[in-house]
C-alpha cells in the first residue's frame, strides 16, 4: 500500500493551494483520511480528518479556510486551503486507515509528505 501525496508549493499569504493524496496497493477498504502537518521545530499535528461517510473535523486554526474532501472511488483524499497565512508553512502528510483484506486489522498508511510554503 502507497500513499502519494501532491499539490504543494510556495504560495504568497492570502493564497490558496490543494492538495491530493492517492491510495493504491492492495485495498480492501478505507475507513478516515486525513491530513497533518509539521512546521520546523514542532510536534506534528492534525490539520483535518474525513470518514469514509463524509464527516469531517478540523483544527480550529483552519476553519474556515481548509476543506477536506475525498473521492471513495478513487481512494483519494484532498485538501483545499484558501486564504493561506504564514503560519500554515509545514510539511503535510496524508493518511488512512485502511484494511487490505476481509476481516484484517486496520493499520495506519502515510504519505510521504508534501511542502508547503506561505511566504511573500
Known amino acids: 500500500v502507497q500513499l502519494q501525496a501532491s499539490g504543494g508549493g510556495l504560495v504568497q499569504p492570502g493564497g490558496s493551494l490543494r492538495l491530493s493524496c492517492a491510495a493504491s496497493?492492495?485495498?480492501?477498504?478505507?475507513?478516515?483520511m486525513g491530513w497533518y502537518r509539521q512546521a520546523p521545530g514542532k510536534q506534528r499535528e492534525l490539520v483535518a480528518v474525513?470518514?469514509?461517510?463524509?464527516?469531517?473535523n478540523y483544527a480550529d486554526s483552519v476553519k474556515g479556510r481548509f476543506t477536506i474532501s475525498r473521492d471513495n472511488a478513487k481512494n483519494t483524499v484532498y485538501l483545499q486551503m484558501n486564504s493561506l497565512k504564514s503560519e500554515d508553512t509545514a510539511v503535510y502528510y496524508c493518511?488512512?486507515?485502511?484494511?487490505?483484506?476481509?476481516?484484517?486489522?486496520?493499520?495506519?498508511?502515510w504519505g510521504q509528505g508534501t511542502q508547503v510554503t506561505v511566504s511573500s
Open positions: 496497493g492492495s485495498i480492501f477498504s478505507i475507513n478516515a
Open positions: 474525513i470518514t469514509r461517510g463524509g464527516s469531517v
Open positions: 493518511n488512512a486507515d485502511l484494511t487490505v483484506a476481509v476481516g484484517s486489522p486496520v493499520f495506519r498508511y
